[in-house]
């Protein structure tokens, strides 16, 4: 990648993701929510330009409806009735904001996630944990490159099929079926022999053996440090105002909030400013790459 974020060190990196995953996965407050989740959709739409819009619409927002219509189709409760549906089950406004409540909550997360497939490489997992956790790191990084993988195999051995036989197209259901069970078996083979080439070359080469030496792209400058200190600073803040209440909601069976206060507030802004923190990155280097070729 070639934005300013995921060219940071990889501890900022994942130091980040902790953080904007972790807290949209535990703190419910909506404003926290939609904070969480422009940053998100900001950040993505950097890395992916141009299929960020295809994966709002086809990915993210599908999720975040379908989280929003399950449950107050499936949950009652509340003490504010704004229907009855159908079956004769009451429909509550207090389940209406939960299930708003958990579409903003799985959309900040999957976005998120996907952000994070793009920026933390398995190179990346394997310097973070290649000393701690050796086996761990090493299956992180096999996980992530397969899926990519396993299509693009998918792909070939599909097109070596229809090669082999470019006029015996199958005609019935149960003939496609059993053409894609040959492809799935190929495919899958190949997957189980590749991971047991990768541990053996990994074997081979010494990985895991204590006092072995990595090369490694990746220097701790004065500037991941200072990242690393507002992503820490803005993470604690954000955890003491979870721990003090600040950030409190509840909707079933009563809707319930913490007040809003200056310091209810300064919580939130905090939130808001860890999750923009790449964005805002690579904007201000876009900005500076735009004055360079003014200037020259």
Same mark, same amino acid.
């Not at 998100?40 to 619409?57: D, I, K, M, N, V």
């Not at 990346?124 to 701690?132: D, I, M």
């Not at 009563?254 to 939130?271: C, D, E, I, M, N």
């Given at each position: 990648m070639?934005?300013?974020?995921?060219?940071?060190?990889?501890a900022v990196n994942a130091l980040f993701f902790a953080l904007a995953i972790g807290f949209s996965m535990c703190l419910a407050h909506p404003a926290w929510l939609a904070?969480?989740?422009? $940053?998100? &959709?900001?950040?993505? #739409?950097?890395?992916?330009?141009?299929?960020? $819009?295809?994966?709002?619409?086809?990915?993210?927002?599908?999720?975040?409806?379908? $989280?929003?219509?399950?449950?107050?189709?499936?949950?009652?409760?509340?003490?504010? !009735?704004?229907?009855?549906?159908?079956?004769g089950?009451?429909?509550? &406004?207090? +389940?209406? &904001?939960?299930?708003l409540d958990a579409g903003l909550m799985l959309g900040a997360v999957l976005t998120w996630f996907a952000c994070c497939t793009e920026v933390m490489t398995s190179?990346?997992?394997?310097?973070?944990?290649?000393?701690?956790?050796?086996?761990? +790191?090493?299956?992180l990084s096999m996980t992530l490159r397969f899926v990519p993988r396993f299509h693009a195999q998918l792909q070939r051995v599909r097109a070596a099929q229809r090669g082999l036989a470019p006029q015996a197209?199958?005609?019935?259901?149960?003939? /496609?079926?059993?053409?894609?069970?040959? !492809?799935?078996?190929?495919?899958?083979?190949? %997957?189980?022999?590749?991971a047991v080439d990768t541990a053996d070359s990994m074997r #081979?080469? $010494?990985?895991?053996?204590?006092?072995?030496? %990595?090369f490694s792209l990746w220097c701790l400058d004065a500037r991941d440090r200072a990242i690393l200190l507002w992503l820490g600073s803005c993470g604690t803040y954000l955890l003491c105002g979870a721990l003090a209440g600040g950030l409190y909601?509840?909707?079933?069976?009563?809707?319930? #909030?913490?007040?809003?206060?200056? /310091?209810?507030?300064?919580?939130?802004? #905090?939130?808001?400013a860890l999750c923009l923190t790449?964005?805002?990155?690579?904007?201000?280097?876009?900005?500076?790459?735009? /004055?360079?070729?003014?200037?020259a």
């Open positions: 070639r934005d300013a974020f995921s060219r940071c060190h990889p904070a969480s989740l422009a $940053g998100a &959709l900001w950040y993505h #739409a950097q890395l992916r330009p141009r299929q960020a $819009g295809r994966f709002f619409l086809r990915v993210t927002l599908p999720v975040m409806l379908l $989280g929003a219509l399950v449950n107050p189709v499936f949950s009652h409760a509340g003490v504010t !009735v704004l229907a009855y549906l159908p079956s089950n009451p429909l509550t &406004l207090e +389940s209406v &904001l939960c299930g190179d990346k997992y394997v310097y973070l944990f290649g000393r701690v956790a050796p086996a761990l +790191s090493l299956v197209e199958p005609d019935g259901v149960l003939q /496609r079926l059993r053409r894609g069970a040959c !492809v799935l078996s190929a495919v899958v083979t190949w %997957a189980l022999e590749n #081979a080469r $010494g990985y895991g053996l204590p006092g072995r030496t %990595a909601w509840r909707c079933c069976p009563t809707v319930q #909030a913490a007040p809003v206060t200056p /310091r209810t507030v300064s919580f939130l802004l #905090a939130g808001l790449p964005a805002i990155l690579g904007e201000r280097e876009a900005g500076q790459w735009k /004055r360079l070729h003014s200037d």
